[in-house]
């Protein structure tokens, strides 16, 4: 009889990150036409509305951030613009309208991100992302005043429905979901 011979699991290192700038907003009370009232009183195209079910976990974010921040460093992004590309990568879509209809926000939207893409610094070869939060927190707080828009409590979290309007097909949450859409979103990467 064969034996198979058993190797220690080593785990893997649990990387430090800060947390995403993203911030749950309640939709409800928002003015009318709010995407483009947003895109108008925004500050960069670094700030964007992302629908509440596509934010799920901190990982997928960075993610997306680091790709989309790399194809347009690299002179290789679909979109024109760093937020629909952001959008597009969330999307695990290589098509940008696709993207907006995906994750973007909708009219039977109740809640929603405000997402902050931050800028970075080039460290030893690593994008570092440039992090302030009381500025980010400042320009959440004015955007909200201007489109009547609320704060609520929330972090990004896996959810049965999330992922599969992100079109990760999964009954249940298992330990291995989160690496299951982060390779959903590295995808995007390989097949643009």
């Known amino acids: 009889?064969?034996?198979?011979?058993?190797k220690p699991i080593i785990s893997r290192e649990v990387m430090e990150m800060p947390l995403f700038p993203c911030f749950k907003i309640d939709l409800s009370k928002s003015v009318n036409n709010l995407i483009q009232q947003f895109i108008d009183v925004r500050?960069?195209?670094?700030?964007?509305?992302?629908?509440?079910?596509?934010?799920?976990?901190?990982?997928?974010l960075w993610t997306a951030w680091v790709?989309?921040?790399?194809?347009?460093?690299?002179?290789?992004?679909?979109?024109?613009?760093?937020?629909?590309?952001?959008?597009?990568?969330?999307?695990?879509?290589?098509?940008v309208s696709e993207a907006f209809k995906k994750v973007g926000i909708s009219?039977?939207?109740g809640y929603a991100w405000?997402?902050?893409l931050p800028e970075y610094e080039n460290v030893n070869g690593e994008m570092v992302p440039i992090l302030d939060d009381d500025k980010t927190t400042a320009i959440v707080d004015n955007l909200c005043k201007?489109?009547?828009?609320?704060?609520?409590?929330?972090?990004?979290?896996l959810t049965v429905h999330g992922?599969?309007?992100l079109g990760l097909k999964v009954?249940?949450?298992?330990?291995?979901?989160?690496?299951?859409?982060?390779?959903?979103?590295?995808?995007?990467?390989l097949n643009s």
């Open 107 to 109: 009219d039977n939207h």
């Open 67 to 95: 790709l989309c921040q790399r194809a347009f460093e690299q002179n290789r992004a679909l979109a024109r613009s760093i937020d629909a590309e952001f959008l597009r990568y969330i999307a695990a879509t290589h098509h």
């Open 1 to 6: 009889m064969m034996r198979i011979i058993e």
């Open 114 to 116: 405000i997402v902050n």
């Open 146 to 157: 201007k489109l009547d828009l609320s704060l609520i409590d929330g972090i990004p979290e």
């Open 171 to 189: 009954d249940v949450i298992s330990e291995n979901t989160g690496d299951l859409l982060v390779g959903l979103t590295i995808s995007t990467e």
């Open 163 to 165: 992922l599969n309007k």
């Open 43 to 60: 500050p960069t195209q670094n700030w964007l509305l992302l629908a509440d079910y596509a934010a799920q976990t901190q990982q997928q």
